[in-house]
């Protein structure tokens, strides 16, 4: 297995790829040039929404359009990327904070957490939305929100805090209601941090390693049992997709980068692409 690059976006901070079933196209957003992409595996063709803000993350939305976590807060936006309603601004400071990762739940519900960008405090939160657009939050004590994922019993959601090098995971009652978290997995500092992550059918939880240039997958018990290289040093989400969900695509960073890093790693903001031998899961979408 290698990852190759299925589409050159060089994105400012790719993020959030997601497979649609549907239309067998992947959505994936750029947060520092703003966007909502769409790529289609068939023709190698990207369609791109401008967004005028940061856009962290994004579900799709069984009626149609979009619920994403913007800067400025959770938006429900139309399929051309337009506001429609705002559901919630939960954070104290936008100019400071804005949304990062996300991704709908099992149950049709939407999660989405925040980076607080000074990294000097843990004042960023997770939060969830609920399908009548009500809004809670879920925890707190986190520096960057990231890793958000289900597994496939509905048992589990797992969450990391990128800075802390942290996985952690809750467990979940028959509703979907999360209980105390507990750490998954730590990794060691100074080889890359756990970024967006995605579960396999089997259970297994595959995390991109920011600044690690590598997707590692973990066993339900939380014990790395297999280390795949990415042609970038930051990759920073993966989501599996194709007709047989069998495709594993990964999203990548070179905003910030610096200019010896890049020239190492041309393909760095790419999105990267390889078959994989386990399936995935299909993408629930926000019910709301």
Request: aromatic content about 10%.
């Amino acid at each position: 297995m290698g990852f190759e690059t299925a589409y050159p976006a060089q994105a400012a901070l790719g993020e959030c790829p997601l497979w649609c079933e549907q239309t067998q196209r992947l959505w994936w957003v750029d947060i520092e040039a703003p966007a909502i992409h769409c790529f289609d595996p068939a023709t190698g063709e990207n369609a791109t929404i401008p967004m005028e803000e940061n856009v962290g993350c994004i579900a799709l939305r069984t009626g149609g359009g979009f619920i994403a976590g913007l800067r400025s807060g959770i938006w429900l936006l139309d399929a051309r990327g337009r506001k429609e309603k705002l559901i919630a601004n939960p954070q104290a400071d936008s100019s400071i904070s804005r949304f990062n990762d996300g991704r709908a739940d099992p149950w049709g519900r939407f999660w989405a957490g925040t980076i607080y960008e000074p990294r000097d405090r843990p004042d960023a939160m997770l939060c969830r939305v609920d399908p009548d657009l009500s809004c809670m939050r879920v925890t707190g004590d986190i520096k960057v929100s990231n890793g958000v994922a289900f597994s496939p019993d509905r048992r589990w959601m797992y969450h990391s805090d990128t800075p802390a090098h942290v996985i952690y995971r809750y467990p979940l009652d028959a509703n979907g209601t999360p209980g105390p978290r507990e750490v998954f997995h730590q990794f060691p500092f100074g080889n890359g941090r756990p970024d967006g992550a995605a579960v396999d059918a089997d259970g297994f939880y595959w995390s991109a390693l920011y600044e690690g240039g590598r997707v590692v997958r973990l066993s339900p018990d939380g014990e790395i049992v297999a280390e795949y290289p990415v042609p970038a040093r930051c990759p920073t989400m993966c989501a599996f997709g194709s007709p047989d969900l069998r495709t594993l695509y990964v999203t990548s960073a070179r905003h910030g980068r610096p200019a010896e890093e890049l020239a190492e790693w041309p393909e760095s903001g790419n999105l990267f692409a390889t078959r994989v031998e386990v399936r995935g899961l299909p993408e629930p979408k926000f019910q709301g």
